[in-house]
């Protein structure tokens, strides 16, 4: 359970009014004691997240989130942390005690515009004689009959679970993040140079999930860095069916491969695992359109210190101010730092977001969408600079 990274798990999210009892059923899900429980409104002042392993879920993330009826300033920027919370949630537990559910159905709506599915849940139901008429009244409203629920005394708990695996999404991501790129048997090289980004005696994230799957498929793994690459390819039998390389060094691993071999990068797997491919290839086609008057985002997921080698910082900004001029106007954002307005800019460049899950991303490029802004990925956005991007495996 502990080695599913957060980014890879399906996302529960439970919203509600304060006080409604969203962190007493986060407790009873998880069976443990995920949030703290009172009976003060508003005990929750952030979203907790907890990872879990549930029978007929798999991996899994709780977010319990603060009230969406919080008031005043401070309960302002609590409201804001739970919009935020819907961004990465996949699946909905709406949580009511009663038939005043005015807020909870605008909230449904904005989770039906995301295409989040909802559960409704009548919690609290201990302390009524008879949930029936109640629960009549909320499928009036909602159109879905809810759950009966007493998160203190466990009772409907298993009702939950069962709604959540009827409620499970269909996703790419089932699919794995190299889809049918490979096959059992094949030979696949990974070019994985090993930059200041990546701490000693570790690997970064996307090598790691992409050595497992391929370990998974019963493909022959060899790894190599880019000095060694000529060497690597010297002493094995037969060319590799596939390499995956670190965009960073597209255009020499490229110069380097055999004629047969596939070629593609981390980036641009995780582009099509969590992303939308097709909407990041349509955007390259802006850096073509790019003048020094233009402005770019560049938004990463991770949040660390800038480095001298740092990719989204340093390295594709001089490849842009070297295809366009100086004068172009570049922005990096990290984390979950992203601007609400993105009508500025005249391109998203995209980090792979190993560190995001599948829904968050897709978020993202709906609101670039939306706002009719071209959007791509660091990985394609490479490619498309260095000339090769109609040469590698997408």
């Known amino acids: 359970m502990n080695e599913t990274p957060r980014s890879n798990r399906l996302h529960i999210g439970l919203f509600g009014k304060r006080n409604s009892g969203k962190s007493s059923l986060a407790n009873a899900l998880t069976g443990q004691l995920v949030s703290v429980v009172s009976e003060v409104p508003g005990t929750t002042t952030d979203p907790v997240f907890k990872s879990m392993e549930i029978h007929g879920i798999g991996p899994c993330v709780f977010i319990d989130t603060p009230g969406f009826d919080d008031e005043g300033d401070l309960g302002g920027l609590r409201i804001k942390q739970t919009s935020r919370a819907l961004e990465r949630t996949d699946i909905a537990l709406m949580v009511c005690t009663d038939e005043n559910i005015g807020e909870e159905l605008r909230w449904s709506r904005l989770m039906k515009e995301k295409n989040v599915p909802v559960i409704w849940i009548l919690n609290k ?66 070019v994985m140079p090993q930059d200041i ?25 060899m790894s190599c860095t880019t000095d060694n690459m000529d060497q690597m390819l010297k002493v094995i039998s037969r060319p590799p069916e596939l390499i995956v390389t670190d965009s960073q060094v597209f255009k020499t691993v490229y110069g380097k491969k055999p004629e047969g071999s596939r070629l593609t990068s981390f980036s641009i797997l995780f582009a099509q695992y969590k992303g939308d491919i097709d909407y990041f290839l349509e955007g390259a086609k802006a850096i073509s359109r790019l003048t020094e008057q233009s402005r770019v985002l560049i938004a990463e997921a991770c949040t660390h210190a800038p480095m001298t080698e740092d990719i989204g910082r340093v390295k594709i900004p001089s490849m842009l101010r070297k295809r366009i001029g100086e004068g172009l106007r570049i922005d990096v954002v990290s984390g979950n730092d992203f601007p609400d307005d993105l009508s500025p800019y005249d391109l998203i460049i995209h980090c792979g977001a190993c560190m995001f899950n599948r829904r968050y991303v897709l978020n993202r490029v709906a609101s670039a969408k939306c706002q009719h802004v071209p959007m791509t990925n660091y990985g394609v956005a490479i490619a498309c600079l260095s000339g090769i991007l109609d040469k590698i495996e997408i």
């Open 125 to 190: 139901c201990d302390l009524r004689e008879e949930p029936g008429p109640v629960m009549r009244r909320i499928e009036e409203q909602c159109g879905q009959v809810p759950l009966p629920v007493s998160a203190r005394h466990q009772q409907g708990i298993e009702d939950i679970r069962r709604s959540l695996i009827q409620a499970l999404p269909d996703e790419t991501m089932s699919q794995g993040l190299l889809g049918g790129m490979v096959k059992e048997g094949d030979v696949v090289m990974l």
């Open 197 to 221: 980004q990546a701490p000693k005696g570790r690997l970064i994230l996307p090598q790691v999930q992409t050595i497992r799957e391929l370990l998974d498929r019963k493909c022959l793994v």
